[in-house]
């Protein structure tokens, strides 16, 4: 199977970028690999600040590695007991913390779900009813920039 590759299109906007060409680390972390796909002609943008280089390891570094990322709530609920599915609903709602905008942003994909966000929901959820044969609708693989 092809690895998935890095684009610059993948790089969060606000995502710091690191230029320190002599880390140890700078084959596998995520902030280096970053700027390497930076266009030409950009000139200003977050970056990782020489400082984060502390007693020779960096207190930046972030592994670059693809992570399971999900989206979609329709089966989220079929173990909730009917009386409590609005609970429920509004506890996961509210995990997201800006209303029903965000909520359904991720249920239809536009945001996907890393994976401490799935088990932070379905905590939310084994606390309304069995989890048991419950998962988010669509899975993809995707970069891990958190």
């Known amino acids: 199977m092809e690895e998935k590759k890095l684009t610059y299109q993948d790089v969060p906007l606000e ?11 700078k ?4 902030h280096y690999q970053a700027s ?3 266009p030409e002609g950009c000139h200003h943008g977050p970056a990782v600040y020489p400082t984060a280089w502390q007693d020779g390891e ?3 570094f972030r592994e670059k590695r ?6 979609g709530f329709t089966t989220l609920y079929d ?10 609903r509004q506890r996961v709602s509210s995990y997201f913390s800006g209303g029903n905008g965000p909520y359904y942003r991720y249920h239809h ?3 996907l779900l890393s994976p401490r966000q799935q088990a932070d929901i379905l905590n939310i959820v084994a606390q309304y009813g069995s989890i048991e044969g419950i998962g988010f609708d669509h899975y993809v693989e995707d970069w891990d920039f958190r």
Not at 15 to 25: G, I, R, S
């Open 36 to 38: 390497l796909l930076l």
């Open 66 to 71: 693809l992570v399971q990322k999900a989206w």
């Open 27 to 30: 084959d596998c972390c995520m």
């Open 58 to 60: 960096c207190k930046c």
């Open 79 to 88: 173990n909730v007991p009917h009386y409590r599915h609005a609970e429920a």
């Open 109 to 111: 994909g536009e945001n």
């Open 15 to 25: 995502y710091p970028l690191c230029f320190n060409h002599e880390c140890t680390n």
